[in-house]
């Protein structure tokens, strides 16, 4: 049920987002929200007259939730358009001393000022990017981590948020405390985090996936990942409406980790043959994935396909624990000398973004692609992924027939002794 109230309540925001300027007529959201009633009221004995009344009320409250933003829409949202899309603004501005996030935006401040002291500019901007999404790139630099399909890099997203669950949930344990103190513990922290580095649909995403993982052996659920991005993408939308269709940081941050869920593990199975190292397989797989899943819509919203994005990542995700960790520290510390690790690990990082200037093929700029290509090109990819599940449970129904001759006499030892 929550599945498909989720899925309806999104429905409801599409269907919006293709008129985002005009008013839905009251008089037409009233009917349907009696029409759901209604179908509650009499089919409160049948599951899926419930189903139906419950989603017709989840779209209903989708098409008042854009409704309700509208006058505060950014201008200019153009529905299936590339020119048409909105990004959200890279910082808030808080002046009432009193506010949490005053204090956390003066922290951040602090931060981005000792980065810009103690590293040189492109330095400093990446560090900062990778720590807490500052996005401070020249566009010279911006250019090239795009080109080479880095970007998502200095979106603060699942890695930061994995750390801040790994790090400081085994300490609160650790102290001994009841596993509902250290998720409350737990919760306050990722909403520290989430205001200071700025709500992005990246953080947004990663901090309630993060949330609910440790959330869900609390009421004793198995987390499925499918559920808790779709849960996800309610929250978000729940905030930020007009994101769902507009916001292409939404689209790829979700793309990326659909293409994480759906792809890397069918990756990493045809990897296993030329491959047997575990580390480099398993990057290898996640950037494949990721990469598969996002390259439509970055052709279509940006004009660009990259094919080094694969070599890139796979040099450059090894290094980013060791600039997060050392960039901290460096941050934190008044030894100069302590800066010096994370130079070298950063000016590296810096290189191999400098990659696709120097290999004169695999990035392509100024594409032209319609939203009908985007669509169709979702389409194969869906295809060969049904092609795929059924090809896994017609080997899977092969493995499962045992050619056991069955008679009066046959006994169940019998059965298993021959499996």
């Not at 049948?46 to 779209?59: D, N």
């Not at 948020?161 to 998720?183: K, S």
Request: charged residues 10%; proline residues 6%.
């Amino acid at each position: 049920m929550a599945g498909w109230t989720g899925g309806a309540f999104l429905i409801g925001i599409a269907l919006h987002s293709l008129i985002p300027y005009q008013t839905i007529d009251l008089f037409a959201i009233s009917v349907a929200t009696m029409c759901a009633i209604l179908l509650l009221f009499i089919g409160w004995k049948s599951l899926w007259m419930r189903v139906i009344g419950v989603c017709l009320l989840a779209i209903v409250l989708g098409l008042w939730r854009f409704d309700s933003v509208r006058s505060s829409l950014p201008r200019g949202l153009i529905p299936f358009s590339s020119k048409g899309l909105a990004y959200a603004s890279n910082s808030v501005t808080i002046s009432n001393p009193e506010d949490p996030r005053y204090w956390l935006g003066h922290g951040r401040v602090w931060l981005t000022e000792r980065a810009n002291k103690i590293f040189p500019p492109d330095q400093a901007a990446l560090l900062t990017g990778i720590l807490y999404g500052e996005r401070g790139f020249s566009k010279t630099l911006k250019d090239e981590f795009r080109r080479a399909g880095l970007l998502h890099i200095v979106a603060v997203s699942g890695s930061n948020v994995t750390i801040i669950v790994v790090m400081i949930m085994p300490v609160l344990l650790g102290l001994r405390l009841p596993r509902r103190f250290a998720f409350i513990g737990l919760s306050l922290a990722l909403i520290a985090f989430v205001l200071f580095v700025n709500p992005y649909a990246s953080v947004m995403r990663a901090a309630v996936m993060g949330w609910l993982i440790e959330f869900a052996p609390l009421v004793g659920r198995i987390p499925k990942p499918s559920r808790l991005l779709l849960i996800a993408a309610v929250v978000f939308t729940v905030w930020q409406p007009w994101a769902l269709f507009y916001d292409a940081s939404f689209a790829l941050s979700f793309l990326a980790m659909a293409g994480l869920l759906i792809w890397t593990p069918w990756f990493d199975e045809q990897l296993k043959k030329w491959i047997s190292w575990t580390s480099v397989r398993t990057i290898l797989a996640a950037s494949l994935g990721a990469t598969l899943m996002t390259i439509p819509y970055t052709a279509w919203a940006f004009g660009q396909l990259t094919l080094l994005g694969v070599l890139t990542s796979l040099l450059a995700l090894p290094l980013v624990p060791w600039i997060m960790g050392l960039g901290t520290l460096a941050l934190l510390s008044p030894v100069f000398i302590l800066t010096l690790p994370a130079r070298g690990f950063l000016q590296l990082l810096l290189l191999v973004a400098h990659l696709p200037t120097i290999i004169p093929f695999g990035a392509w700029s100024h594409l032209s692609t319609s939203f009908t290509t985007l669509v169709v090109s979702y389409g194969v990819l869906y295809l060969f992924w049904s092609w795929i599940q059924r090809k896994k449970r017609l080997i899977h129904e092969a493995n499962d027939s045992f050619p056991v001759p069955m008679s009066s006499n046959t006994r169940l030892s019998d059965i298993s002794d021959e499996i």
